[in-house]
């Protein structure tokens, strides 16, 4: 079965509180691609959503320090999917993850993906430098010989210098970078 996983595809990384004009650019391309997963069998795909989920503490925390900027804090409009994308979400029933970190581990991405026969993993959301490279990563190392695939023209990154970079060191990890159109 093919895993699709989209990161963190949410109001503020798209033009909210850290949303840039590449993360605009890449919204309606995502949904669009959501949308054409239905012409799949249903029964050859899963799809995984990640929402970056943070608390009133979070100018507290490491990241916080690191990345002073308020962002996704639970039950705000920016932490929100938004519905273009959401209700497709729904109509795939996708899993809809929480996650307070960058990243998922591997350890949890085998038990989100326990009941799965994982032939290949597809990622693509925002930012390809912090939060998609840490699931492709970690989803690489839950399943080393599995193909991991990152969908370039589906991701955007904090300045297009550093999406860039982070598409290079994914691919000296073993993790297959590519467009959608390439692949579905």
């Known amino acids: 079965m093919k895993v699709f996983c989209v990161i963190d595809m949410q109001k503020d990384f798209i033009d909210g509180a850290l949303g840039t004009p590449e993360a605009q650019a890449i919204a309606g391309p995502v ?51 938004p519905d273009s994308i959401y209700s497709v979400l729904e109509s795939l029933e996708a899993q809809v993850i929480d996650k307070p970190h960058f990243g998922i581990s591997s350890d949890r991405w085998s038990l989100i993906l326990e009941n799965v026969d994982v ?53 000296m990890c073993q993790v297959d970078v590519m467009n959608s159109w390439e692949d579905k």
């Open 119 to 171: 032939e290949e993993i597809a990622v693509f959301g925002l930012c390809t430098d912090i939060c998609v490279i840490s699931n492709a990563l970690a989803l690489k190392t839950a399943f080393p010989e599995v193909p991991v695939k990152v969908y370039s023209d589906l991701c955007a990154g904090v300045t297009p210098e550093t999406h860039e970079a982070a598409l290079a060191t994914m691919k």
């Open 31 to 81: 949904t669009e691609y959501l949308k054409s997963l239905k012409e799949l069998p249903y029964e050859s795909y899963e799809v995984v959503a990640t929402r970056d989920t943070h608390y009133n503490n979070y100018l507290e925390t490491n990241e916080g320090r690191h990345l002073p900027v308020v962002h996704c804090q639970i039950d705000t409009e920016g932490w929100l999917i």
